[in-house]
């Protein structure tokens, strides 16, 4: 066990880290139940038990390195409420996982509707579990997308943060739970925001990426991807897909002596989809590794690259989200 002379001044763990699960009593999450986290490496976490064990708010030492928009957290009940009307419920956080059968604009295929980003974060998870394990705080669930005589897609995620860390390791399996082939798609958007996001960022990418602009507003800021301009009154947001040949991205500020390190599995996810928006009030970056380009499920399949997960086969994909003081 590292840092063991922290237990010469105080014998109680929760002096330093912990989990605490507790009941949201306000507002449209009112009723849902949130694991808060806390390491002894200065991070605190939200994690979203009724909304796919995805993160909230989270703090690193004491600073806000997440974006939440104005509607705050969201409730499975909201979500089902505003399927057709995105942007009155999307909350953001740390992490809003989009899918599994569709990520992007809202899409009609053959008469079933598609939401926008999916119906996965609207799903709560089951089998909860929380315990620490070798200096290693894990809250493990499962959440199902499901539809009578359909497709049962089964998602079996591990959130695991080290004790002595300012880390969160992500490990998610999914799995078709049907004797028929499925049509799926998955993005874990992360979202970061002031005071981590500022003029003074930087990205920085692994050597050799190929950039593709989404349209031609993206086009015009080729070249100025990795820098971030002060909140602007009026500006179309952009978003970019890159191809790297390692999975991983870096958010430096040296303002603030903070950055944010993310890594992931390429060969699951491929694609890291950029979202930059600097609008005063809506000042946020989005990092989104993703197996698809976020066209929806029908323009997805057209443009062949909607996977497929077989009979009761598997796709795992693994993250991690490191915060540090540079």
């Not at 870096?250 to 993310?262: D, F, R, T, V």
């Not at 890291?272 to 197996?291: C, F, I, M, T």
Request: proline share 5%.
């Amino acid at each position: 066990m590292d840092n063991l002379y922290l237990y010469e001044y105080s014998s109680a763990p929760e002096q330093f880290y912990g989990l605490r699960r507790v009941q949201l009593q306000e507002g449209g999450a009112s009723g849902c139940t949130v694991v808060e986290v806390t390491t002894a490496g200065g991070l605190q976490a939200d994690v979203l038990v009724d909304t796919c064990l995805d993160l909230g708010l989270v703090r690193y030492k004491g600073f806000n390195v997440s974006f939440l928009t104005k509607n705050g957290y969201d409730s499975p009940a909201r979500f089902a409420e505003c399927e057709k009307r995105f942007t009155n419920n999307f909350p953001a956080g740390m992490l809003y996982t989009c899918g599994l059968r569709s990520t992007g604009p809202p899409s009609d295929d053959g008469g079933e509707y598609h939401p926008q980003h999916g119906r996965i974060h609207g799903q709560p998870a089951m089998n909860l579990s929380t315990c620490v394990e070798d200096d290693v705080l894990v809250i493990r669930g499962t959440i199902r997308e499901t539809s009578a005589f359909g497709h049962m897609l089964e998602l079996r995620r591990c959130i695991a943060f080290p004790v002595w860390g300012s880390k969160i390791i992500i490990q998610d399996t999914i799995k078709n739970m049907t004797h028929r082939p499925e049509e799926f798609a998955i993005l874990y958007h992360f979202n970061f925001g002031f005071p981590l996001l500022s003029e003074d960022a930087r990205l920085i990418f692994p050597e050799d990426r190929k950039t593709l602009p989404r349209n031609d507003q993206a086009k015009s800021g080729l070249g100025h991807e990795c820098e971030f301009d002060a909140p602007q009154d009026e500006q179309d947001e952009f978003v970019f897909f890159h191809e790297l040949k390692e999975g991983w991205v870096k958010l430096i500020n040296p303002e603030n002596n903070m950055s944010a390190n993310l890594r992931w599995s390429l060969d699951s996810l491929p694609i890291l989809a950029q979202w930059k928006n600097l609008v005063k009030g809506d000042y946020v970056l989005g990092l989104e590794p993703s197996n698809n380009y976020i066209m929806g499920r029908v323009a997805e399949r057209d443009n062949k690259t909607l996977q497929t997960i077989g009979a009761f086969d598997t796709v795992k994909t693994s993250l991690e989200l490191e915060f540090k003081t540079i």
